[in-house]
């Protein structure tokens, strides 16, 4: 298996975990709820980053990959990682994303450059 398809199919598994986390924001009254959800994307989310930090970007660059879509990429994770640091900050920080549209768009930032 080649590891840009390993990457890619965990992003479907992202996408299923915001539409839950989007599905449950509306209907919770329990910030534990909210917590919970987000702490497991927020530990799958950095780990899938790192993964791409470490073995993706320098050998797309090496393969002669478009720069600006590598530094999207790269810009994008940086995005992630502020939005990810500022909602473990707050307990009501997810139910403003969302009410932002924020929620989805974090995670579908990588699939909007395919």
Do not use: C, N, W
């Amino acid at each position: 298996m080649k590891i840009t398809d390993a990457l890619l199919g965990e992003h479907g598994a992202f996408y299923a975990q915001f539409d839950r986390l989007e599905e449950t924001l509306p209907h919770t009254t329990s910030a534990a709820e909210v917590r919970e959800q987000a702490a497991l994307l927020a530990a799958a989310l950095v780990t899938h980053a790192k993964l791409e930090d470490a073995l993706l970007f320098d050998r797309m660059r090496s393969a002669g990959a478009d720069e600006g879509l590598l530094d999207t990429m790269e810009a994008e994770h940086t995005d992630i990682a502020s939005l990810l640091t500022r909602a473990q900050g707050s307990q009501h920080a997810l139910h403003r994303l969302a009410a932002g549209g924020r929620v989805h768009q974090v995670g579908r930032l990588a699939a909007a450059q395919r």
